[in-house]
């Protein structure tokens, strides 16, 4: 094999480009030729292709990238060269090719264009510092085909980052959802952000959730929660203080939250809310903002509120201009397909907020 390498290598000034290509294409065939190749051939063949690769027309590399991209041990050197080529070029060494380092494939991350970010995101293996550099450069589309390559890790902090990302991007919120190793606390942290269909896959993940694991993703979630959480209305202080006198005077009742709505005194309303549903404030005051009549169904269904309760807070919240009556008999049939057993579920992981102790007051 030496010998016919070092003949091939002769051809090397050989002026004609033609000549050139059949060179590349001779050394590469010898390449595939053997089963394996020792240390000083390796470097020979990297030596030498490198160099031509250099001097070949696109269509010439592309051809050599795809046929190196499946070699069970490609050159490295001819491989780092590659991968930053076009994109046409570099695509099957950046999804398959075993050659590139950790190194090589950071490298290529922080210096190349999305279309070399999207070919890392869909390698079998993406290691998890590779992933933080895609989640920093990539765009919303890039992101999205990482989030899709389960062989891709992501750190916490990775995973925190695309879900704020997906926050402000609902063509994110499914890849997000879907993903196997979305930490469960983040995964209900996603509950507010998506469409009816999504929040059912949310419920269902929950459901085959074993203790454990939900214990875990308490845990995990309370600093992230104490962090994002916001500041407190100005009247909030006073608000507390009247349902504390309120509270050990006469006890609130379910029914008493419903005449704090009427008389609009809705941060009174919100402190008995989460009191009476074991919710943070900022949980209880997303959902009226936001009038998440799906979200109000769990938390009502946990606090063992009756349905009647229910369909009054509706009433209450939503604007008249929703047509609330004419919609009351489906939200009522909502709050009765919805078990308590399921509302629990998802409200240990908004009770987790009450547990951080860390909420600054406006």
């Known amino acids: 094999m030496k010998s016919r390498l070092h003949d091939l290598i002769a051809l090397a000034d050989e002026p004609s480009s033609e000549k050139r290509r059949e060179l590349l294409r001779g050394v590469t065939d010898l390449f595939f030729t053997g089963d394996a190749h020792n240390q000083v051939e390796m470097g020979l063949f990297d030596d030498v292709m490198s160099q031509l690769a250099g001097e070949m027309e696109e269509a010439v590399k592309v051809e050599l990238a795809q046929r190196m991209s499946q070699a069970a041990t490609p050159p490295r050197g001819l491989s780092r060269v590659l991968a930053v080529e076009s994109i046409a070029v570099a695509r099957p060494i950046l999804e398959r090719s075993s050659a590139l380092s950790e190194d090589d494939l950071l490298h290529v991350a922080r210096t190349q264009g999305q279309d070399h970010l999207r070919a890392i995101s869909q390698r079998a293996s993406v290691p998890s510092s590779v992933s933080d550099v895609v989640i920093q450069r990539g765009d919303d589309d890039t992101v999205g085909v990482l989030l899709r390559n389960e062989g891709a890790v992501l750190s916490r902090a990775a995973h925190e980052a695309v879900v704020d990302r997906a926050a402000a991007n609902p063509a994110l919120h499914e890849a997000v959802i879907d ?26 993940k929950n459901a085959d959730m074993d203790p454990a694991t939900l214990e875990a993703a308490l845990s995990a979630g309370r600093k992230r929660v104490a962090a994002l959480d916001g500041a407190l209305p100005a009247d909030h202080a006073a608000a507390e203080a009247e349902f504390r006198a309120l509270k050990a005077r006469n006890g609130i009742s379910p029914q008493a939250l419903a005449g704090m709505l009427r008389g609009k005194k809705q941060t009174l309303f919100l402190v008995a809310l989460s009191d009476l549903a074991e919710i943070d404030f900022h949980t209880a005051r997303k959902i009226l903002e936001r009038r998440e009549l799906d979200a109000l169904a769990i938390v009502c269904r946990a606090a063992a509120f009756d349905r009647a309760l229910f369909l009054t807070f509706a009433l209450l919240i939503l604007d008249p201009a929703d047509d609330v009556m004419g919609k ?11 078990s308590r057993e399921a509302a629990m579920r998802t409200i240990r992981f908004w009770r987790l907020r009450r547990q951080t102790g860390d909420v600054a007051a406006a």
């Open 328 to 338: 009351a008999k489906a939200y009522g049939e909502l709050y009765t397909a919805l």
């Open 179 to 204: 993903r196997h190793s979305l930490p469960v606390d983040l995964l209900n942290e996603m509950y507010f952000m998506v469409e009816s269909k999504l929040r059912d896959r949310i419920m269902a």
